[in-house]
């Protein structure tokens, strides 16, 4: 892996505005940054990468089942007591969930490290999906890179499969706090994608969402049957209309039992287990 500096595009500012990267400064802070990338080689993202993501994925999956099935485990993660049938619910059903990010350390030897697994309200996906794509494509018309290259990511197409298989029948909500500029921006990138693969996307502010008669509805007081939501599980469910959540007919995206993989207390348990499977191998 390198580490390589370069020059910034002198019109990206200009090229963020065209293609609405409304987030790419804010605060006072930048947000993009062009000023270098990074090189892999195809062994480092295949066994370096790849690979320990994958293993990383399936060991917090795995811990699942057992988590539902403790009182002492759930306590522990501060997860509420009126949460826990839901969440044993959503994942003996399987709710299908969308996305997750892992946070690794690598520095270009050996297996990526885990630092923390963000598997409810990630965000990145406008930048990583698309804007590095286009200064990519950028910089090889330029010739600063050469033809060829490759981005080292197939996130929108995967989304875009993703929502495809979803189905096209009733609508999709999108919510999130509507004057949080990095979360917005993250949610038209999805809605972007979701109308693209035929549903009936449809953007709700979360402030704008209401009960029913036990049921979530939108400003036209018409149910929420789907609802993507880019806030944290861990606050919705200490809301006033947190038990509505869990008992209204809304599916979730994310589901109810990514509750568990979102907690920052799950990282000790997934250290645990490695550790267990280290000792392990090694006894054998």
Not at 70 to 83: N, V, W
Not at 96 to 110: Q, S
Not at 134 to 142: A, C, K, P, Y
Not at 171 to 198: K, M, S
Request: proline content about 5%; charged content about 25%; glycine content about 8%.
């Amino acid at each position: 892996m390198e580490r390589i500096a370069l020059p910034e595009r002198p019109n990206w500012r200009e090229r963020a505005a065209e293609l609405g990267f409304e987030f790419h400064t804010f605060d006072g802070e930048p947000y993009w940054d062009e000023s270098a990338y990074y090189r892999f080689g195809l062994r480092q993202i295949e066994e370096d990468l790849e690979a320990p993501t994958e293993e990383l994925h399936q060991m917090a999956l795995s811990l699942i089942p057992t988590i539902v099935a403790s009182e002492a485990l759930l306590t522990r993660l501060d997860i509420p007591a009126y949460c826990w049938p839901a969440l044993e619910d959503s994942w003996r059903r399987r709710d299908l969930h969308l996305y997750g990010r892992l946070d690794l350390a690598y520095d270009g030897h050996g297996p990526a490290k885990l630092l923390e697994l963000n598997y409810d309200t990630p965000t990145s996906l406008y930048e990583s999906g698309f804007f590095q794509w286009i200064w990519l494509e950028d910089q090889v018309h330029r010739g600063v890179l050469p033809a060829g290259v490759d981005q080292f990511n197939s996130l929108q197409e995967q989304l875009y499969d993703a929502f495809a298989a979803h189905g096209h029948g009733a609508p999709l909500h999108f919510t999130c706090v509507g004057d949080n500029l990095e979360d917005r921006g993250n949610l038209d990138y999805l809605i972007d994608i979701a109308l693209q693969a035929g549903c009936d996307a449809r953007f709700v502010d979360l402030a704008d969402i209401g009960e029913w008669q036990g049921q979530l509805v939108d400003l036209g007081n018409a149910p929420i049957h789907e609802l993507f939501k880019l806030y944290p599980w861990e606050f919705m469910v200490r809301e006033p209309f947190g038990q509505t959540l869990l008992t209204s007919q809304t599916r979730f995206i994310e589901p109810a039992w990514k509750m568990i993989l979102s907690n920052k207390g799950i990282l000790v348990t997934v250290h645990r287990q490695g550790l267990d499977a280290h000792n392990s191998a090694g006894m054998g």
